[in-house]
């Protein structure tokens, strides 16, 4: 759907130059919900802000279903535009148009005649969950609200792509989270692809399905959610990934762990997917005579399945405890690390 290739921006002020993007090649496949998570001044948003040539790349090549972006003259552009929303931070809405007049604009650029304009705007007030305030002002809505008005205006031209540049930024988490459902229902309901950049893992694991993670202009790691999260190879992704984690898997916490449990066996599960549902404790002990504890961990949902860890303490005969940790490693996907044998 979307292919970049060694794509590159470099701003030059004062005298001096600044590569905030720096050789990005990356796919996104057609309803991918893909984000770009990084800290302030990764390049994120020079980055989603070069795809539709907001910023003009200095390098590399943009396609967009098979048209080359970056090859575009300024008229060629004004139209593909149409099929790439965008969505701002802070709204960028007309503050002396109405909800309705917010989301016709664009219609009214592109020519649309007035009675099929009228009745676009509805249904997407509808989709967008803004009945009733079609003839309101943004300075009276509420910040999610304004940001419902500018999804609905970035759709108005039934783009096949949709730019969210820190959507929810400026939003609290309850709010943030309605218009995160905003977007998967979109996303599902007319099979948009949607590049999201942000700053907030929690926005990642919410609604995510690929990730790219940004560092000094540069994408350091980038696939499936899950296997980032699970396995992330660069400090700055480990980084994110506590965030969410915490720190439940350092060291120190272990050392205490072994200190505190002084029976049985100590054993770290890691599951990734859709494992965590197999219930897997309780078939264990059902299975072989042990009893299991959990000790500590945490496990947490993503848009691709479920990840975390577990520390547990097996307690029983030698050979029982064995079967049971044949049957996780033999039997299922569940990562299992055996941090103290029996004492
Ligand atoms: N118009 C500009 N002129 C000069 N330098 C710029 C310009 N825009 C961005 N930069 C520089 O490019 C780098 C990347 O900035 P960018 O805004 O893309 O990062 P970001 O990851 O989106 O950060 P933030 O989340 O803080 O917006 C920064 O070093 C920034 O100072």
């Known amino acids: 759907m979307i292919s970049i290739e060694g794509l590159r921006k470099v701003f030059t002020a004062n005298k001096t130059e600044t590569t905030a ?3 990005v090649t990356l796919s996104i496949k057609q309803g991918d919900i893909f984000g770009v998570i990084g800290y302030s001044g990764a390049g994120k948003s020079t980055f ?3 795809l539709n040539r907001l910023e003009e790349p200095t390098g590399g ?4 279903r098979n048209q080359e972006i970056t090859a575009l003259k300024k008229n060629e552009l004004r139209l593909a535009r149409q099929d790439i929303g965008m969505v701002f931070q802070h709204f960028n809405l007309l503050w002396s148009r109405t909800v309705k007049e917010n989301i016709a604009f664009p219609l009214e650029i592109a020519g649309v005649e007035k009675e099929e304009r009228n009745q676009r705007v509805q249904s997407l007030i509808d989709l967008v969950g803004l009945s009733g305030k079609e003839a309101t002002y943004p300075s009276q809505l509420s910040g999610g609200q304004k940001q419902r008005v500018g999804i609905a205006r970035a759709l108005a031209n039934k783009p096949s792509v949709l730019l969210c540049d820190e959507a929810t930024s400026a939003l609290d988490p309850e709010t943030t989270n309605s218009i995160l459902d905003l977007l998967v229902d979109i996303n599902q309901q007319l099979g948009l692809t949607i590049i999201l950049i942000t700053h907030e893992m929690r926005v990642i ?3 995510c399905n690929q990730v790219a993670v940004m560092e000094n202009g540069k994408v350091v790691e980038h696939g499936n959610v899950l296997d980032v999260f699970a396995h992330p190879k ?3 992704t480990k980084k994110f990934v506590q965030q969410l984690m915490g720190d439940a898997e350092a060291e120190n916490e272990f050392e205490h762990l072994v200190h505190t449990f002084e029976n049985g066996k100590l054993i770290r599960l890691h599951f990734v997917g859709e494992t965590t ?3 897997l404790i309780s078939k264990l002990v059902k299975a072989y ?4 504890s959990i000790l500590q961990g945490k496990i947490t949902r993503t848009q691709a399945g479920a990840y975390g860890t577990l520390f547990i ?4 005969e030698e050979l029982e405890i064995t079967k049971a940790i044949q049957h996780v490693t033999e039997k299922t996907s569940v990562e299992l690390e055996v941090i103290r044998g029996v004492r």
């Open 21 to 23: 993007v720096d050789d």
């Open 313 to 316: 303490q097996m307690t029983g």
């Open 61 to 64: 090549k943009i396609f967009i």
């Open 234 to 236: 660069t400090d700055v």
């Open 289 to 292: 005579d042990i009893d299991i």
């Open 277 to 279: 549902n197999d219930a």
């Open 48 to 50: 989603v802000r070069l």
């Open 205 to 207: 694991r919410k609604i």
